[in-house]
């Protein structure tokens, strides 16, 4: 099956660095998704790996390791407007096309 | 403003009843993606169009059927609703057929089941 762990909340202070831990099971595995999601609203893209590595994007970074199906999404210079919810998402390829499976979120706070 | 228009926001019918949730891509956006997110079960993917193919399926019910039009938008009927329909239904939509490409999300359709 397909199953995507996250931690459920975390608290930073702005100005720091935070990183949100993404763990993953699937057969198909083909491209990890970083989403932010504010309450109430759209979730939006931030960040793809497919590969093995550090991808980064101005003050937000995510690394992956296929083989130990883990990912981080790094924060750098926290703001108060980073405090949402970040979802981890799994695109698995099976026999019936492709499938996106999202992880339950990590609710960051941010305090001044 | 992800360019994604979603119609109508919110949706308020009852249990038995049948609704259609309707979405506009980007300009360009051959790819059409569709999502409910409910507070106990997170964000789940339904079901992928691209130009007006199937392309992938998700976790939809059987009750529920979409379709993309040829002018690329897209349509998600929900019928025989039940109260654990109730959720936020978001569109999102993509360039490419493969899903590799940035998804942009429209603002969500809000659906009540009383």
């Known amino acids: 099956g397909q199953n995507i762990d996250q931690p459920t909340e975390m608290t930073a202070t702005e100005g720091a660095i935070v990183q949100i831990n993404c763990t993953y099971q699937?057969?198909?595995?083909?491209?990890l998704f970083w989403y932010q999601q504010h309450a109430g609203e759209a979730p939006t893209f931030l960040s793809y790996?497919?590969?093995?590595g550090l991808e980064e994007k101005g003050r937000f970074s995510s690394f992956l390791s296929r083989s130990k199906g883990y990912s981080y999404l790094l924060l750098k210079e926290l703001q108060m407007k980073d405090s949402a919810s970040y979802l981890c998402?799994?695109?698995?390829?099976?026999?019936?096309?492709?499938?996106?499976?999202f992880g339950p979120g990590t609710r960051l706070s941010v305090l001044p | 403003d992800s360019g994604v228009t979603q119609t109508p926001k919110h949706l308020i019918t009852a249990t038995g009843q049948r609704v259609t949730l309707r979405c506009s891509p980007r300009s360009g956006d051959l790819s059409v993606y569709w999502y409910q997110q409910s507070l106990d079960q997170g964000l789940q993917f339904l079901i992928q169009y691209y130009n007006g193919e199937e392309r992938a399926k998700g976790n939809i019910l059987e009750r529920f059927s979409a379709q993309q039009f040829p002018d690329l938008h897209s349509e998600l009927n929900l019928s025989s609703l039940e109260l654990g329909d109730s959720a936020l239904y978001f569109c999102a939509s993509s360039g490419g057929g493969g899903g590799a490409l940035e998804q942009f999300f429209g603002p969500g359709t809000r659906l009540t089941v009383l």
């Open positions: 998402a799994v695109r698995d390829l099976n026999n019936y096309g492709q499938n996106f499976v």
């Open positions: 699937t057969s198909g595995f083909n491209g």
């Open positions: 790996n497919v590969l093995d």
